[in-house]
């Protein structure tokens, strides 16, 4: 999919409010001690991480996309916003480790291939004792992204199988749910569809 086309037009109203709730679920797994440093992966626009900043000492954002990155310069600039700072980049290609108390994602891995590389990654940049917590699209038929022409990615997961990746890279304390239900408008037609959560922790060093 071209996300550097869809940026300009991706804050619709509908995502803009389930940024919010997706918030409030990543919300629920933090500690809330305000001291942390925390990188969103994937994060478009930036909208789950407004909701979020001010659980945070610090948050880095990250996409592949320009245009996601140009749209979420422009509102950190305009809200004189001084914790979140943005990178244009793979998430393969961000260096170092134990960086981060958290890192948070929504509905990027389905986009993503080589899953375990970039979980293995996630787990290398968390600090021992860190949190990843990731948001996903639950398993689905295909149409949830029928209209996308060009996209090459999976059709949602199973909780159970992104856990045993997750258990694969070394990460613990495994939980997940479903937390959300929603209709997208596909032609003339309502497609259901779900979200759940997943978080994990590094073990400690
Ligand atoms: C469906 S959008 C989700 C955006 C945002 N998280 C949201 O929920 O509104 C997926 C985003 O992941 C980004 N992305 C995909 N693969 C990536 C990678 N390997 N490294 C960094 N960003 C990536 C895309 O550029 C895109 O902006």
């Known amino acids: 999919m071209c996300f550097d086309k869809e940026a300009a037009e991706w804050d619709t109203n509908y995502r803009i409010n389930r940024a919010k709730k997706i918030a409030e679920e990543i919300s629920s797994y933090l500690d809330g001690n305000n001291i942390s440093r925390a990188m969103e992966f994937g994060c ?4 789950i991480s407004f909701n979020l900043q001010e659980e945070f000492e610090e948050i880095l954002l990250i996409d592949l996309s320009k245009g996601m990155i140009e749209e979420t310069k422009k509102k950190i600039k305009n809200q004189n916003i001084k914790n ?56 689905d038929d295909g149409t949830f992204h029928s209209l996308d022409e060009d996209f090459n990615g ?10 045993d990746l997750l258990k694969d890279v070394g990460l613990i304390n495994i939980k997940g749910r479903t937390f959300y239900h929603s209709k997208k ?9 779900s979200l759940f959560s997943i978080c994990v922790n590094k073990q400690k060093a």
């Open 44 to 47: 478009g626009t930036g909208l």
């Open 84 to 139: 979140m700072k943005t990178l244009v980049k793979d998430v393969l290609d961000i260096e170092g480790e134990n960086k981060y108390d958290v890192i948070y994602t929504s509905m990027v891995l389905h986009h993503i291939l080589n899953l375990k590389d970039v979980l293995y990654k996630l787990s290398k940049l968390l600090k021992p004792n860190g949190k990843l917590i990731i948001v996903e699209l639950s398993k």
């Open 154 to 163: 999976y059709n949602g997961f199973e909780i159970k199988d992104l856990q």
């Open 185 to 193: 408008q596909i032609n003339d037609k309502y497609h259901e569809y």
